[in-house]
């Protein structure tokens, strides 16, 4: 089970019940919209407004707890970091599949001689499996 509020304090975040409940309705849906993530919020606390999660999810960001997926031409997505991987993003349903840069067959380490690489996310759009059928 993962301790979302040491998770919090090891960042040097307060362990609010909003922060709390941000970072597992995310991990429970592994990539939702802040529009759905509102909608489950209110579920739990109905006194809640957009502008607070929006609020605690800029926080969560700047502390690298949670990264934006944008995706074009529609809203982002939220999810947990994790080691860097590549989004499978569907044109269709506009699903979100995370691959592992090594399953994928790409090493990654170095840009160039003189650049270092610290993180990565790239987005790769096409069709998935279910909606090819």
């Known amino acids: 089970m993962i301790n979302y509020a040491e998770i919090l304090k090891s960042s040097g975040l307060k362990a609010t019940l909003q922060r709390l409940s941000i970072l597992k309705i995310i991990n429970t849906n592994g990539h939702i919209t802040i529009d759905d993530l509102y909608?489950?919020?209110y579920?739990?606390?109905?006194?809640?407004?957009?502008?607070?999660?929006y609020k605690n999810i800029l926080t969560m960001m700047r502390k690298s707890l949670v990264l934006e997926i944008p995706i074009i031409e529609k809203k982002s997505y939220y999810e947990l970091k994790k080691s860097d991987h590549?989004?499978?993003?569907?044109?269709?349903?506009?699903?979100?599949?995370?691959?592992?840069?090594?399953?994928?067959?790409?090493e990654i380490n170095r840009v160039s001689n003189n650049f270092i690489l610290s993180h990565s996310q790239l987005n790769l759009y096409g069709t998935c499996e279910e909606c090819q059928k």
């Open 39 to 41: 909608k489950e919020m």
């Open 86 to 106: 590549i989004h499978l993003i569907c044109d269709i349903c506009n699903s979100i599949e995370d691959k592992d840069i090594n399953d994928l067959g790409l």
């Open 43 to 53: 579920k739990v606390n109905s006194t809640i407004s957009l502008a607070t999660v």
